[in-house]
């Protein structure tokens, strides 16, 4: 798994003795499951059909999605430290849409609904996956990753919003 570091106290630059660092600490258990999820989504220590380089890399096309450059150097980052493999790099790639590459296209479509509007997400969304070769279980890993990951970013910019009010 990941560092133990606290990525959303990173993000959002938490302050120790901060006002905005006595509210988190009210919810200590949260932060700590977050990260927990955090590491678990993105380097478990089975990561089974999605490697640490895919995920980092998808990860880091939902922030883009997103556009949350803080999360987009932290994923970057994560997908430089899982060896930067040009398969991974390339679904970074706003540009790319998996070319000629089933799987890769199947990924980057699915991310790409989900993270952009995942109310227009149907079982036949999943048929497509399936269809491309990708395995039941690495369909739930990709769920969530993205559930996750949008999650993560959610709670980071309202973090970042009681900042600027404290």
Do not use: C
């Not at 106290?9 to 990260?35: F, H, K, N």
């Not at 994560?78 to 790099?89: C, H, R």
């Not at 699915?110 to 048929?127: C, M, N, Y």
């Amino acid at each position: 798994m990941a560092e133990n570091e606290d990525v959303l106290a990173a993000i959002v630059g938490i302050e120790p003795g901060s006002s905005l660092s006595q509210a988190v600490a009210g919810r200590a258990d949260i932060m700590m499951l977050t990260q927990q999820t955090h590491d678990g989504a993105l380097t478990p220590d089975v990561p089974g059909g999605l490697s640490h380089a895919e995920r980092a890399a998808l990860a880091l096309r939902i922030a883009k999605i997103n556009d949350h450059k803080a999360f987009e150097d932290h994923f970057e980052t994560m997908l430089e430290k899982a060896g930067m493999p040009d398969s991974a790099v390339r679904m970074a790639d706003m540009w790319f849409d998996g070319g000629s590459d089933l799987r890769a296209r199947a990924l980057i479509r699915h991310v790409d609904l989900v993270a952009h509007a995942p109310k227009d997400a149907t079982r036949r969304d999943i048929e497509l996956l399936q269809e491309a070769g990708i395995a039941d279980a690495d369909i739930v890993r990709l769920s969530e990753l993205v559930a996750f990951v949008s999650y993560q970013i959610r709670v980071a910019v309202g973090l970042q919003l009681m900042r600027g009010l404290a």
